[in-house]
T-cell receptor, first 113, second 110 residues
């Protein structure tokens, strides 16, 4: 089975801090994604990557950046955390064909105080 | 903008009945739709995919339809069980990415 592992289940940070969320997948998937999930808004795509060192903006990239130095690892960076970035963050991976299912980690619940 | 809309109200049904969840899409024509299940505190888990040229897809007690005229997909769980209680997400396919709906919470009561 595909496993997508997110480094933390819960994280509390302060406003203005630089925050790193890490995600690792073990199935050699080409595509990786970062979403945030908020009540009533569903999953919103922040960034995705279809190859090492490649990235594309999703629907809400402002205030975030990403890094993909290795195929199995995709990092989300909050450059200067703000309270409106308090959310559940979900990482996913999939094979390269566009209709392939996405495999999700269990999320990081991030609180910015 | 491209949207996937699901009923935000929770669906409450009795055990043994058929649950029907609705997914509508607007401002685009997805080549396929995917359905996921999400339990509290967990990430979504893929259930089914249906392509635009398929009317219906089945997997065990699950059935999905895709109506391109109504711009709608229906997700059915027959003989529902309390263990089916979860939030179900619909997602529309785009280039290498999905557009997700907000999900519908299903509660199956004994």
């Amino acid at each position: 089975d595909v496993k997508v592992t997110q480094s933390s289940r819960y994280l509390v940070k302060r406003t203005g801090e630089k925050v790193f969320l890490e995600c690792v997948q073990d199935m050699d998937h080409e595509n990786m994604f970062w979403y945030r999930q908020d009540p009533g808004l569903g999953l919103r795509l922040i960034y995705f990557s279809y190859d090492v060192k490649m990235k594309e903006k999703g629907d809400i990239p402002e205030g975030y950046s990403v890094s993909r130095e290795k195929k199995e690892r995709f990092s989300l960076i909050l450059e200067s955390a703000s309270t409106n970035q308090t959310s559940m963050y979900l990482c996913a991976s999939s094979r390269t064909n566009s209709n392939q299912p996405q495999h999700f980690g269990d999320g990081t619940r991030l609180s910015i105080l | 903008s491209q949207k996937i809309e699901q009923n935000s109200e929770a669906l409450n049904i009795q055990e043994g009945k058929t649950a029907t969840l609705t997914c509508n899409y607007t401002n685009y024509s997805p080549a396929y739709l995917q359905w996921y299940r999400q339990d509290p505190g967990r990430g979504p888990v893929f259930l089914l995919l249906i392509r635009e040229n398929e009317k219906e897809k089945r997997k065990e007690r699950l059935k999905v339809t895709f109506d391109t005229t109504l711009k709608q997909s229906l997700f059915h769980i027959t003989a529902s069980q309390p263990a089916d209680s979860a939030t179900y997400l619909c997602a529309g396919g785009g280039y290498n990415k999905l557009i997700f709906g907000a999900g519908t919470r299903l509660a199956v009561h004994p």
